[in-house]
């Protein structure tokens, strides 16, 4: 089992990105070989001040580690440290077809309403699929929004292992049951997202515990005072129910029943603490790591170790396309 996975430095990463995603590449380390990616040129399709950019890219590699991305079982590396995604990106941005990519909904949201939007954007599952397929990765954890880009994904290595004899192995997604779409605190029909304009609408990982409890209490609930699991009509307090349970040990069921009649304000307050638990010790390895040279050296073995793999496999793939290559 090989598994390649990768977040976007386009923000401080929040508690959606860690409880759809993030956690998962820790437990995952156990099982499988991993290749985990800061994927930096992902994060230009929409523009980046340089300086936060920059900071993003420290923060965002610190968190990985910070939440248990062991370095001496997985490689941890930059995107564009590793030459070979641009590279195979082109070449999957001629295998994918023009609609293909005009049908990802992500596009379509990221767009929507928006003037200079960049061409990047519109190509970026083609670079996603490079990403992957440069591995051989057999399984992507990702949270549910990814979804459709992995069956591009899937499709992309599929053509072209019809079209130039079997190269790619076929990568599945790997889903969580709980958390795999975690919703915006203001709005529970638009997923939680770093790049939100509102940070009130989102826990980030390194929210301090009052920035915590006071985002919680402004969270949106409804007008009922009812704890209660029910995604169809009571979306925001599921969220919240969601956000507990993958908080601390304790189901969804188990947390109906604590809050059953209390009302909103006690879950709330006890809401607030298990994510101020959860996110604490995260904290402290985080402030420890994100300006030190341990990490810089971290990044630079990772880089090394992901060449070895993504460049013999770049160059099978030019062979496999009829491309003359140096000697
Ligand atoms: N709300 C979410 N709930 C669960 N999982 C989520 N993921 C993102 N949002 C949620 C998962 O986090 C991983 C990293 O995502 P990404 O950095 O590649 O970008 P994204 O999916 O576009 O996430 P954001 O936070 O919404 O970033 P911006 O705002 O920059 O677009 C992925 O596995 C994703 O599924």
Known sequence: MRVFSGMQPSG??????????????VEIQDEAECFYCVVDLHAVTVPQEPAALHRQTRQLSALYLAAGIDPRRSVLFLQSHVPAHSQLGWLMECL?????????TQFKEKSEGKEGVSAGLFTYPA??????????????????????????????????NKRYGDTFVIPEPLIPKVGS????????????S????????????????????????????????????????????????????????????????????????????DLAEAVVARLEPLQERYRELVDSEEL???????AT???????????????????????
């Open 296 to 302: 810089d050296r971290i990044l630079a073995e990772g």
């Open 96 to 104: 994918v077809h023009y609609g293909e990519l005009g049908r990802m």
């Open 194 to 269: 770093k790049s939100s304009a509102n940070p009130g609408s989102y826990i980030s990982l390194l929210d301090s515990p009052d920035e915590i409890r006071k985002k919680i209490r402004r969270a949106v609930t409804d007008s009922e005072a009812e704890v209660r699991f029910d995604p169809q009509r009571k979306p925001a307090v599921s969220n919240l129910l969601t956000i507990y349970s993958s908080c601390t040990d304790k189901t969804i069921p188990e947390l109906e029943k604590q809050y059953s009649g209390v009302g909103y304000g006690p879950f709330k307050q």
């Open 181 to 192: 779409r975690i919703m915006s605190l203001d709005d529970p029909t638009k997923k939680m």
């Open 12 to 25: 401080t990463p929040t508690l959606g990105n860690y409880l759809g995603a993030l956690r998962h590449f």
């Open 305 to 327: 170790k992901a060449k070895a793999v993504a460049e013999p496999n770049l160059h099978l793939v030019f062979e496999r396309m009829g491309f003359l290559l140096p000697r």
């Open 127 to 160: 670079l996603m699929a490079a990403d992957i397929l440069l591995y051989q990765a057999t399984h992507v954890p990702v949270g549910e929004d990814q979804k459709q880009h992995l069956e591009l994904t899937r499709d992309l290595a599929e053509r072209f």
